[in-house]
């Protein structure tokens, strides 16, 4: 109907036209004659259906947009009544999303939605957190932020909105997943990851406290060569053999401690205990448990692996169309410097007792002592 009246104005223009040119000096004739030309150019353009790439005037997005927004508001409610953390998979705008959502509605595009993450890798640092999470990276069905968040110890303060700006985006059977090793050992993260989504699965990657110590130790000293030695950090009086609980990589390691914190808001179901040690022996069967905490397809095997004999742990075998096989960074593997013996002795008393509380805890015997 509106090409109709548009055909029947230009007709009725044509005609007056004709008339008006008659009456014009040759000057004036022929600027009416060439907007004659474009006028009936664009009614044909028209004609052939070509119009409906122009723009439209906002008022009709915007009308559009209000007539899908009671549907659109019933499929977010309907998301958060299934899990509290979750949103929407997938809602399609009648415009690109800008990122300026409300905390209601999912940021979401035809390629999947950031959601907040199902699972967290919470600790604990030199354990083996960033083994694990490049092994998963390579299940079809896990997207992982790459980077350390810090959401939860950090930058609590930004909101939980600009912590889901920084998750993948996901579609319909993912996990959205991310690791800050130091959520472990931080007093309030418990209680902001429930606030959260009480439904959230949590991962502990876990090792043998003393060589973690050490391990924590050199990365600190290759950072700062001036660093005082192991055992000064280690004990407030070298004479009566007193462990400093106040170093940060002493503290790290009362695993025990750390848990109870968690289990005060989380069952022990909702936590995946990894050992370091196996990642590394057997990363295959250690993946094994960890696909079957998160809900997943057993993708990831033995063919995925490869020991690197001069970094002393697993990598992934050569994806296809890569050149070379998948290894963590230069930082990973370091070579330990020495410690004395009576040291590490020292340090087996002290974490032994918090070690066989948290065999018992979480019925799992780790096999340090």
């Known amino acids: 109907s509106e090409i109709i009246s548009v055909l ?20 004036s004739k022929l600027s009416v004659f060439l907007t004659m030309i474009i006028f009936f150019t664009y009614l044909f353009y028209c004609l052939g259906g070509f119009c409906e790439s122009f723009p439209r005037p906002l008022f009709n997005h915007n009308r559009a947009f209000h007539g899908n927004e009671g549907k659109d508001a019933e499929r977010v409610a309907g998301a958060h009544e299934a899990s509290p953390g979750s949103v929407v998979r997938e809602q399609h705008s009648v415009w690109p999303h800008d990122g300026t959502s409300s905390r209601n509605i999912p940021i979401a595009n035809n390629f999947g939605s950031k959601k907040f993450p199902q699972a967290i890798i919470i600790g604990v640092k030199k354990g083996g957190t960033r083994a694990l999470l490049e092994f998963l990276r390579i299940h079809p069905d896990v997207r992982a932020v790459g980077s350390e968040p810090h959401f939860f110890d950090r930058f609590y303060h930004k909101g939980l909105e600009w912590y889901r700006n920084m998750m993948p985006r996901t579609l319909e059977g993912q996990i959205t997943m991310e690791k ?42 290759t950072k700062s060569p001036t660093l005082p030695s192991f055992q000064n950090l280690a004990f407030r009086n070298s004479t009566t053999g007193l462990i400093d609980t106040t170093w940060s990589a002493i503290r790290i390691g009362i695993y025990a401690k750390h848990l109870e914190n968690w289990l005060r808001y989380f069952p022990l179901s909702h936590l995946l205990f990894v050992s370091g040690e196996r990642l590394v022996s057997d990363p ?17 095997t033995d063919k995925h692996f490869y020991f690197n004999q001069t970094k002393g742990f697993p990598c992934l075998k050569k994806p296809e169309g890569s050149s070379r096989p998948r290894c963590l960074g230069k930082s990973k593997g370091r070579p330990h410097p020495h410690i004395p ?7 087996r008393d002290f974490y032994r007792p918090f070690n ?4 018992q805890m979480t019925g799992h015997n780790f096999g340090w002592d």
């Not at 007709?11 to 040759?26: D, M």
């Not at 295959?284 to 990831?300: P, Y």
């Not at 066989?356 to 065999?359: A, I, P, Q, R, V």
């Open 180 to 221: 800050t090793p130091s959520y472990f050992i931080t007093k309030e993260a418990p209680r902001r990851v429930f606030s959260m989504s009480r439904q959230t699965k949590l991962i502990v990657v876990v090792r043998d406290p003393v060589t973690r110590t050490v391990s924590d130790y050199t990365q600190t000293l």
């Open 284 to 300: 295959a069967g250690e993946m094994g448990r960890v696909q079957d905490f998160l809900g997943l397809k057993r993708v990831i």
């Open 356 to 359: 066989l509380k948290l065999y």
């Open 341 to 347: 013996s009576d040291v590490i002795i020292r340090l």
């Open 8 to 27: 029947c104005v230009g007709l009725c223009s044509s005609s007056y036209g004709s008339f008006i040119v008659g009456h014009l000096k040759p000057q």
